[in-house]
């Protein structure tokens, strides 16, 4: 009699492209309001790490290196050392807080605790949990760009208004690190296993991408690696107020069209996890 | 060896007190049979791959009553109810509640619906209290309508007292009712309970079925799976028997058991199977290997096979009331653990 009854097309839970769930605002807000909930109740010890990372970075790489590199020259103009890597910590911030939180906290949501499980028994669809989580980690990872600028703002080395256009640009770059988080957290098995990207990808990109020196130093072919990946783009576009590439249209359609990519891939690697 | 005969109708038997009473008419059962269909799931299929976990189950839910699925571990029980409520999308088939596709509105659907999944997925980084208050927030309940709200259902699960620990601190019978709790936020037309007494100590699960019985009484519809034989019985209007994720046999638990097996049955060891096999095709009736001996049914006159029974002076001869244990193992040849 099975063999007779032919399956439908839908026997593995997944189809590409996902299948795109009822959205209301309301949904992925709860969702994200959950979320900022248990950030909330140990807010001062969750502030703690995107406010002293970039000051100790600055203070350390700052005072540090500054007797030693004194100026950098970057797009033919001579900036000093704490102005060129005041903006790349805002990026880092970006970087670590957004891809952190998709990655450990969401597969922890995912695999420990259930978070996802239970919120899919409320009136939620899949998609406004996916939404809900993603826009929780960017929002971490634009706590950290955000804290990070105003120290560069009160240190007098970014003013407001190059803040304010860095905001939508550190937005751009939260959403996709929070993809490539997410990406990671539907992908890996262990929670061990998240330590694979990080150290395959993420603390290449903080090295390299020219968050601490021009990448022009670098020999070429590692130059042109460091360029493609994600985190020079943002680096680049954020030190806007220093010098814009010719390419900076470029690079935020290069981030955009890997944001599309991610959250497309974190999607295909989660809905079968929860939707069998 | 010292012989062991006993019959099983010392102790009273809720059982058989509501086997007396059915014979009477039943206005609740009555009732719910004229009640309307609340869930209604029609040819659902589940295949992973090309496996087969659920063919072609179809039911009915009406108002107030107590469905239960009852079913092997295995069996296609919480891949059902997962279609059911729209956590497992069906390989076809439909499910509906009232006029609403479960397959494509689900979170509408889920609206009206409370689930508690076989898992505590409570939420550890909140307190007890506002584990129901941020939950209740996902049915645009807040402020203080979810305070009173979180604060009602804890008074009705009794976890007041707990009502500001860690999830951590509380036992796993008060995990459950919480669980239930969070799950009545929205007074759901249907709540889902899935092995929701699993693992419970005897206590925890008779205060969980108080709460299944209130409900009832408050005229949720619940859809029970439980591979407890008494939990089953004591809580289900309806039985929906399932194997090889294929439905079996329904019916209320007396009907299943009177139509199945009969009134009694008899556990004996200590004789051959050849004499049981002749016994039983000379009274006609049901029997196969149970442990170190036999489980016979015993014919709807049953003092002859009794007396001969006696007679051949076995190890061990019990006479009791028959089950929904003893329906499954007639029907599927495997007991229900």
């Known amino acids: ?276 | 060896m010292g012989k062991i005969i006993a019959t099983g109708t010392q102790t009273p038997d809720p059982l058989r007190r509501s086997i007396a009473d059915q014979s009477a008419i039943d206005p609740l059962a009555q009732s719910i049979q004229s009640a309307p269909v609340v869930l209604y799931a029609d040819d659902l299929w589940k295949f992973y791959g090309d496996h087969p976990v659920v063919q072609g189950v179809s039911l009915e839910l009406r108002g107030g009553e107590v469905l239960g699925l009852l079913g092997p571990n295995g069996a296609g029980k919480t891949t059902t109810v997962g279609m059911l409520y729209g956590g497992v999308v069906p390989s076809r088939g439909s499910v509906k509640l009232g006029s609403i596709s479960v397959q494509t509105a689900g979170h509408k659907a889920r609206a009206k619906m409370g689930i508690v999944t076989q898992e505590d997925n409570l939420d550890p980084d909140f307190s007890v209290i506002e584990n129901l208050i941020h939950f209740a927030h996902h049915y645009r309940l807040t402020g203080k309508a979810a305070r009173t709200c979180a604060g009602e259902l804890l008074a009705l699960v009794n976890l007041e007292d707990q009502a500001h620990q860690a999830i951590d601190e509380l036992s796993g019978g008060m995990k459950r009712r919480l669980v239930l709790a969070r799950a009545l936020i929205n007074r759901p037309q249907v709540v889902f309970l899935d092995e929701p007494t699993t693992g419970l100590d005897p206590d925890a699960r008779q205060e969980f079925w108080k709460l299944v019985t209130y409900l009832k009484q408050q005229g949720s519809s619940i859809l029970l799976t439980t591979h407890y034989m008494d939990e089953a019985q004591r809580l289900c209007d309806r039985l929906m028997l399932l194997q090889e994720g294929r439905f079996i046999d329904q019916g209320t638990p007396l009907e299943l058991i009177e139509r199945t097996i009969g009134r009694e049955v008899v556990e004996i060891a200590g004789i051959d199977e050849a004499t049981v096999q002749k016994l039983a095709a000379q009274t006609q009736t049901w029997w196969r290997s149970f442990g170190d001996g036999f489980l016979m049914a015993l014919p709807a006159e049953p003092s002859g096979l009794w007396q001969q029974l006696s007679g051949l002076q076995p190890d061990r001869l019990l006479r009791r009331h028959a089950n929904l244990e003893d329906v499954f193992l007639r029907l599927t040849g495997d007991r229900l653990e």
């Open chain 1, 1 to 276: 009699m099975t063999q007779a009854i032919k399956p439908l097309s839908r026997t593995t839970g997944w189809q590409w492209p996902p299948e795109w769930q009822p959205v209301t605002l309301w949904g992925i807000y709860s969702v994200w309001h959950r979320h900022a909930k248990v950030y909330q109740r140990t807010w001062l010890v969750n502030c703690l790490p995107p406010l002293s990372e970039p000051i100790i970075y600055l203070v350390a790489f700052g005072y540090g290196l500054t007797p030693l590199v004194g100026e950098v020259s970057y797009f033919d103009r001579t900036v000093p050392y704490l102005n060129f890597i005041a903006p790349a910590m805002m990026a880092v911030g970006v970087l670590f807080q957004s891809f952190f939180e998709g990655a450990y906290a969401s597969f922890i949501r995912l695999n420990f605790q259930k978070t996802w499980q239970a919120l899919l028994t409320a009136p939620l669809s899949f998609t406004e949990v996916f939404l809900g989580d993603w826009l929780w980690a960017t929002t971490k990872g634009m706590i950290a760009g955000s804290l990070t600028g105003l120290i560069a703002v009160v240190w007098g080395l970014y003013s407001i208004g190059h803040f304010l256009v860095a905001i939508p640009i550190m937005l751009l770059g939260s959403l996709l690190f929070a993809a490539m988080g997410l990406f990671t957290a539907g992908s890996v098995r262990t929670v061990d296993q998240v330590n694979i990207p990080i150290f395959m990808l993420i603390v290449p990109m903080f090295t390299l991408c020219g968050t601490y020196f021009p990448r022009e130093t670098l020999p070429t072919v590692l130059k042109y690696v460091a360029t493609i990946l994600p985190l020079s783009s943002l680096i680049d576009l954020l030190r806007w107020n220093l010098g814009l590439s010719p390419f900076w249209g470029l690079q935020i359609l290069w981030l955009l069209g890997l944001m599309v990519i991610f959250v497309l891939l974190a999607a295909r690697a989660i809905y079968p996890q929860l939707i069998k």
